[in-house]
């Protein structure tokens, strides 16, 4: 695309012109009071990837400046997900709650050099005061309070002689300057809460945009790199460093934000889906969330895959999904194994084939990938297929099997349905009687005549048994509802988005199977043994959710 790898030339073309004593180093900068999502990994694979292409270093920074939601859950997740991601950070995880000393001093500078003071405003007084984009801001009647003044207030403030929200401290910038994020921002507010980390200790805490470019210099942080949203922030980073001088100051650059067709990003939107019951938790796997995409299947090579196919981008853009889901059956086709399964089991009885413990049939493990070998499945003369693929009088078209009608049976025999045996109560076919030839068994060279169709097939005495979790779009609409109170979720929420088959019947080679183990059903898609709920019970039930379909027929719908 036109604008691939923007910040690659970009940044070339900075160091020729400029470039810094030390070596390149980015961050990224999770807030830990919630969990990564598809969008997290594009920012993370942005700066990762920049401080590899520079031979650089790249810092897993947490921005635990704010006490009342951040917790420890939400580091560990974070530092999980990333290295599952395969962006590991190694020894470089840092925490800005680390330099809350050195915070507070570049503000007592601030103050000192008369680029701070202490303000009383409320909250809405300050907003009020703001302005507006088309009308200057109002100097607040606090501003010119002296030096010393200022100190011995925010002095009284490190020390908890204030009330929450009494006071902030604000930078001394320009109340009419066009760019609102100039207009004297506040840097510090009082938050009496306890730190996950601190403690006690504070009760003052920095704003993002102060703390952000001082944390970035502490740390040799050579370019921050952001989404679009911050560029108008940018020259506040840039007055934080200038007015603290810091030498060979950091350089904050944006790149564009990403969206996802259909797909839900927002903390808020995703935190009113969980703590409404809408969805089966942070690691649902109908969410965006990193861990909502592990356990439904998603690979750590097809998200990185994703990303490097969207490429640099400069503004706001959205990405088809669909784009995700080519990248992980692009891997998946080539490295899972096959097996069949039966979802809507109907009952078929070979009334020529002998009785007993049947045989064992060999069946390819992949037809793409030949190193993946083959495997034994048990052949027996009661087995079951899809309901699905039996009709009494098919259409045109229809290749699978039906009265008096052929077809092979995959890696075994060609059958022909001879009657179709009804319950006398409701009229649904519940069994088939149908004949084998010997003669075409798979892998024999036979070379008779064709079956027009090839269905798969689970013999009875050996079938698993497994619930398969079927997913679909989360959303009816793309458009995520706006409501604050998320009063709009239950119309939004697509009611098939889950659809649960009990009983499903899989060929025994799936009773090994691992939790987040990738598998391919024969003409359902591709699935992975769900961790969080396989193994429970007393019969320790399988369950597999399906990734995606073999085919993506989504723009189609």
């Known amino acids: 695309m036109e604008n691939e790898h923007f910040l690659t030339k970009l940044i070339t073309e900075e160091l020729e012109r400029d470039p810094f004593a030390r070596g390149m180093c980015t961050r990224f900068p999770p807030e830990p009071n919630g969990y990564l999502h598809i969008g997290s990994a594009y920012a993370i694979h942005t700066n990762y990837t920049t401080a590899e292409r520079f031979g650089g270093k790249f810092h897993l920074r947490f921005d635990d400046t704010n006490p009342l939601k951040e917790d420890l859950e939400y580091v560990r997740a974070i530092i999980e997900d990333i290295k599952w991601l395969g962006y590991d950070p190694g020894e470089h995880i840092y925490y800005g709650s680390d330099y809350s000393e050195a915070i507070y001093e570049a503000a007592v500078t601030l103050i000192k050099k008369g680029k701070a003071y202490v303000c009383e405003l409320t909250p809405d007084e300050v907003r009020e005061y703001r302005g507006t984009l088309t009308e200057p801001g109002r100097n607040s009647p606090y501003r010119d309070r002296t030096v010393e003044e200022n100190l011995e207030l925010f002095t009284a403030m490190r020390e908890g002689s204030y009330p929450t929200s009494s006071k902030v401290l604000r930078a001394k910038i320009d109340m009419a300057s066009p760019n609102l994020n100039l207009r004297d921002p506040v840097l510090y507010?009082?938050?009496?809460?306890?730190?996950?980390?601190?403690?006690?200790?504070?009760?003052?805490?920095?704003?993002?945009?102060?703390?952000?470019?001082?944390?970035?210099?502490?740390?040799g942080v050579t370019y921050s790199l952001c989404s679009i949203e911050f560029k108008d922030h940018r020259p506040l980073y840039d007055w934080v460093l200038k007015e603290l001088d810091i030498p060979?100051?950091?350089?904050?650059?944006?790149?564009?934000?990403?969206?996802?067709?259909?797909?839900?990003?927002?903390?808020?939107?995703?935190?009113?889906?969980?703590?409404g019951g809408y969805v089966d938790g942070w690691d649902d796997p109908r969410l965006p969330t990193l861990r909502g995409l592990r356990r439904r299947g998603y690979?750590?090579?097809?998200?990185?895959?994703?990303?490097?196919?969207?490429?640099?981008?400069?503004?706001?853009?959205?990405?088809?999904?669909?784009?995700?889901?080519?990248?992980?059956?692009?891997?998946?086709?080539?490295?899972?194994?096959?097996?069949?399964?039966?979802?809507?089991?109907?009952?078929?009885?070979?009334?020529?084939?002998?009785?007993?413990?049947?045989?064992?049939?060999?069946?390819?493990?992949?037809?793409?990938?030949?190193?993946?070998?083959?495997?034994?499945?048990?052949?027996?003369?009661?087995?079951?297929?899809?309901?699905?693929?039996?009709?009494?009088?098919?259409?045109?078209?229809?290749?699978?099997?039906s009265l008096g009608g052929e077809v092979r049976l995959k890696g075994a025999y060609f059958i022909r349905c001879e009657e179709a045996v009804k319950d006398p109560a409701t009229g649904e076919v519940v069994e088939l009687l149908c004949t084998y030839d010997p003669l075409t068994k798979s892998g024999t060279g036979f070379t008779g005549r064709k079956a027009k169709g090839t269905i798969h097939w689970v013999s009875a005495a050996h079938a698993v048994k497994a619930d398969v979790h079927l997913y679909d779009k989360l959303l009816l609409d793309e458009s995520a509802p706006t409501q604050g109170d998320g009063g709009?979720?239950?119309?939004?929420?697509?009611?098939?988005?889950?659809?649960?088959?009990?009983?499903?019947?899989?060929?025994?080679?799936?009773?090994?199977?691992?939790?987040?183990?990738?598998?391919?059903?024969?003409?359902?898609?591709?699935?992975?043994?769900?961790?969080?709920?396989?193994?429970?019970?007393?019969?320790?039930r399988l369950v597999f959710n399906r990734i995606v379909p073999l085919k993506d027929t989504w723009n189609k719908r």
């Not at 009496?192 to 945009?209: E, F, K, L, S, V």
């Not at 060979?248 to 009113?272: A, D, M, N």
């Not at 007993?356 to 034994?376: H, K």
């Not at 939004?492 to 183990?517: F, M, Q, T, W, Y």
Request: with cysteine.
């Open 488 to 540: 709009s979720w239950a119309e939004a929420v697509n009611p098939d988005s889950l659809v649960i088959v009990k009983d499903a019947l899989l060929e025994p080679s799936a009773h090994g199977a691992r939790p987040e183990e990738k598998v391919q059903f024969f003409r359902h898609g591709f699935f992975c043994v769900d961790k969080k709920h396989s193994g429970e019970g007393p019969e320790g």
């Open 299 to 401: 690979t750590p090579v097809s998200i990185r895959r994703f990303t490097e196919e969207i490429g640099s981008i400069r503004t706001q853009s959205t990405v088809d999904i669909s784009l995700l889901d080519h990248c992980l059956r692009q891997e998946l086709k080539a490295s899972t194994v096959g097996v069949m399964a039966v979802l809507k089991p109907l009952k078929v009885v070979i009334t020529n084939y002998p009785e007993g413990d049947g045989e064992l049939l060999s069946v390819e493990n992949n037809a793409e990938n030949e190193t993946l070998g083959s495997r034994e499945v048990p052949f027996s003369r009661t087995i079951y297929i899809e309901r699905d693929d039996f009709m009494e009088e098919p259409p045109k078209g229809f290749h699978r099997l």
């Open 189 to 219: 507010r009082i938050i009496h809460a306890a730190h996950y980390r601190t403690g006690d200790a504070w009760c003052i805490y920095p704003m993002y945009d102060y703390a952000h470019p001082i944390q970035d210099a502490i740390e």
């Open 248 to 275: 060979e100051p950091p350089r904050q650059r944006e790149f564009g934000r990403l969206s996802l067709t259909g797909v839900v990003t927002s903390k808020r939107f995703l935190r009113q889906l969980v703590e």
